[in-house]
């Protein structure tokens, strides 16, 4: 994976793992393979990046070249205690983390050919050359990375099919996605797609090239190409079945588009030139950080990757021509929505009673309860998306603007009732959200039977933080008692 300049420092950090090379073996259980399929990893200062190779009777065949000399000394060991020959090295795509062990390779087993398409190849120098440069990423890396690089000496067309140790393989192009060009390798014999960096399993897909718009469209290629049960080998973490990791892809791509297209068909969003301001590029710098959290971020962290991912697909939407179509009544939902932006981020708070009197509706309702809430658009920004978790308590809303209605819901379901709650309302002059259950009618009876109905107001608080108090009627809205408070008290870092 190509790296942007801000994660440069990032390698200066106490490694997440050993440094020690990860050597295991993946193979499908569904067949008696004529092959098995093994796995080199390096750690995080080559980003999880695996060499995958294929063993057979006759010979090897690897998928990739790493990028450390510790790790790829440790393979060339590995593939030398088989006793057999290396007969080729795929290159599927031009990262440096995928081609910097090529020249140890071929020193290794200079017989072994070094097989990639023009496009791949031709793009190698050029990365190599940009990382190299004074405050480089492989600059960086010092004497770890290997300064000459090693070109492939076997050029093959995209849709070549080749016979090698015995078994068959067909090396395709995708052109511009994850990298400048993505080139995959199947294996006939075990239904086995090597996929590069054109799909990442369990992971954050990197978007920082430009190149968002051609990866949305080269990612459903793969199962016309390659349909049925084929596994995906990608060049970070897991093999995963090739249909679910490019839906998960896709989706994520779908995702970081329209959040920035979103951010585009805002006005408010724009400088007079026609870019993003800061606090838009701040926004959905948070925005795709609070996606991230939970996939794999290669051990930059989420942060490091939605600043890579924004400064991506912002530059690539710059352009009129290029930018997700919004449809008009997109842009007035969006607009609806934007008065609630004050919510988007994740937070500490505290939970209080505010109503401690005998007569509270609200069963054991909690003094003091510390709570993480986090707000994230979804649907490209079409509506927020609520969750607020504390000990043993969770709870999830959704907030919507009806633009017929011109009227705001919110949904609420929490983990104790199982209660999907449904609020309707409007903002106030203070641009606080002020939203019942009355009209919906979705009440709760209380142990004495009488209906209680329940209104939410989210209200901004300085400095750059929000409130949400919850109020109560027993008599049909006609008055209302606070009952509970939230308060945002701190602005987390996803």
Not at 433 to 460: E, K, Q
Request: aromatic letters at 8%; a neutral charge; glycine letters at 8%.
């Amino acid at each position: 994976m190509r790296i942007h300049p801000l994660v440069h420092a990032l390698h200066a950090l106490p490694l997440l793992l050993g440094a020690t090379t990860t050597l295991g073996a993946q193979s499908p259980a569904s067949v008696a393979p004529p092959a098995q399929i093994h796995v080199a990893t390096g750690d995080a200062r080559s980003y999880f990046t695996n060499a995958w190779w294929i063993e057979t009777a006759e010979g090897l065949v690897l998928i990739d070249a790493m990028c450390l000399r510790s790790d790829v000394d440790r393979l060339i060991a590995t593939l030398r205690k088989t006793g057999k020959p290396l007969a080729a090295v795929f290159i599927t795509h031009p990262h440096a983390d995928h081609f910097g062990g090529l020249t140890q390779l071929k020193e290794a087993f200079p017989k072994a050919r070094i097989i990639a398409t023009s496009a791949t190849a031709g793009a190698m120098q050029g990365v190599h050359d940009q990382a190299l440069q004074p405050g480089g990423w492989l600059a960086a890396l010092g004497a770890e990375y290997e300064r000459r690089l090693q070109r492939p000496d076997s050029l093959v067309a995209s849709g070549s099919t080749l016979r090698i140790a015995g078994l068959t393989y067909t090396v395709r192009d995708y052109g511009p996605a994850e990298a400048e060009n993505n080139s995959v390798v199947y294996l006939h014999e075990l239904s086995a797609l090597f996929t590069g960096d054109l799909t990442v399993a369990g992971g954050a897909y990197f978007i920082g090239e430009q190149h968002s718009r051609l990866a949305q469209l080269a990612l459903p290629k793969l199962l016309v190409d390659f349909p049925g049960a084929v596994t995906s080998y990608s060049g970070h973490f897991a093999p995963m079945p090739l249909a679910a990791v490019v839906q998960e892809n896709t989706e994520q791509v779908r995702f970081f588009r329209l959040a920035a297209a979103a951010e585009f068909a805002d006005s408010s969003s724009l400088t007079p030139s026609g870019v993003l301001n800061a606090a838009a590029m701040r926004r959905l710098t948070r925005t795709y950080a609070a996606f991230l959290r939970g996939r794999n971020t290669y051990g930059m962290g989420a942060v490091a990757v939605a600043q890579m991912n924004a400064s991506g697909v912002v530059a690539e939407m710059r352009d009129a021509a290029a930018q997700v179509r919004v449809r008009p009544i997109h842009q007035q939902v969006r607009a609806g929505l934007r008065p609630l932006r004050y919510l988007l981020g994740r937070w500490r708070g505290t939970q209080f009673a505010a109503d401690t009197s005998a007569t509270a509706t609200t069963a054991s309702a909690p003094r003091a309860l510390d709570i993480i809430s986090e707000f994230v658009p979804v649907l490209g920004g079409a509506a927020y998306e609520g969750r607020m978790t504390a000990s043993g308590y969770r709870f999830v809303l959704t907030l919507s603007y009806d633009v017929a209605q011109q009227r705001y819901r919110v949904a609420a379901l929490d983990d104790v009732s199982g209660l999907l709650d449904i609020f309707e309302g409007i903002l106030g002059d203070d641009g606080s959200l002020v939203v019942d259950n009355v009209r919906p009618g979705t009440f709760y009876a209380n142990p004495s039977g009488v209906r209680v109905h329940t209104r939410l107001t989210f209200a901004p608080a300085a400095p750059d933080l929000f409130r949400l108090d919850v109020a109560e009627s027993v008599d049909g809205g006609t008055t209302w008692r606070t009952v509970t408070q939230y308060q945002a008290s701190q602005r987390l870092v996803p």
